[in-house]
């Protein structure tokens, strides 16, 4: 079970805004910092958000991130058809060897 | 333009090894982080540990101490994941995966922001 929770699926129609949650569980998540990943079926990952909200150069700002306490969000506004594909959060855990952690994805769906 | 490519896919028996390779090109390697994160059918995403070419030195996720093995070749710009012991569970998509910024470990580090174009390895009797 990861120590980050997201919701398995999300939905939303072209233009629209969606938001995706990422919980953790743990206090030593909440002073960590969250990076958003997006995969696209049969692709690598993609870094999306890193530092809770800073975009890799070339990621468009339709892509935004934020953080407050122990969860974090993804959001995405103006959604287009190709958004469609798995986010995953991931943050740095120090606990047991120190390790990187993900949550279990959150597959969003753009109708 | 930096780019990782990394080995082709393999078929295995239960009880072997497997080693996948990942080559960097198009930026310095010995400088920055190399982790494998791997992806079974279905599934999401797990690290399995990384290394710094420059220090050489491995840390893995204690799911997989002991039975994997990371290293980097800095002279051919290559880090190579095998894991030994294998089973029908560790089927999956092996991807290699850049940290950024350089020198950075653990949580000091902006994620991954360079990935291989992924390695299946399949177990299978």
């Known amino acids: 079970q990861s120590v980050l929770t997201q919701p398995p699926s999300a939905s939303g129609t072209p233009g629209q805004r969606v938001t995706i949650s990422c919980s953790g569980s743990?206090?030593?998540?909440?002073?960590?910092?969250i990076n958003w990943y997006q995969q696209v079926p049969g692709t690598a990952p993609k870094l999306l958000i890193y530092s809770n909200n800073q975009r890799p150069s070339g990621v468009p700002d339709r892509f935004s991130g934020s953080k407050s306490g122990t969860s974090a969000s993804l959001a995405i506004s103006g959604l287009q058809s190709e958004d469609e594909a798995d986010y995953y959060c991931a943050a740095w855990d120090d606990s047991l060897n120190g390790n990187w952690v993900f949550g279990g994805g959150t597959k969003l769906t753009v109708l | 333009q930096v780019q990782l490519v990394q080995s082709g896919a393999e078929v295995k028996k239960p009880g072997s090894s497997v080693k996948v390779s990942c080559k960097a090109s198009g930026d310095t390697f010995s400088g920055y982080g190399i982790s494998w994160v791997r992806q079974a059918p279905g599934q999401g995403l797990e690290w399995m540990g990384g290394i710094i070419p420059i220090f050489g030195t491995a840390n893995y996720a204690q799911k997989f101490q002991g039975r994997v093995t990371i290293i980097a070749d800095r002279s051919m710009t290559t880090a190579y994941m095998e894991m030994n012991s294998l089973t029908s569970e560790d089927t999956a998509v092996y991807y290699c995966a850049r940290s950024h910024p350089p020198y950075c470990s653990g949580g000091r580090c902006h994620g991954f922001d360079f990935w291989g174009q992924g390695t299946l390895v399949t177990v299978s009797s």
């Open positions: 743990s206090s030593k998540i909440g002073v960590d910092t």
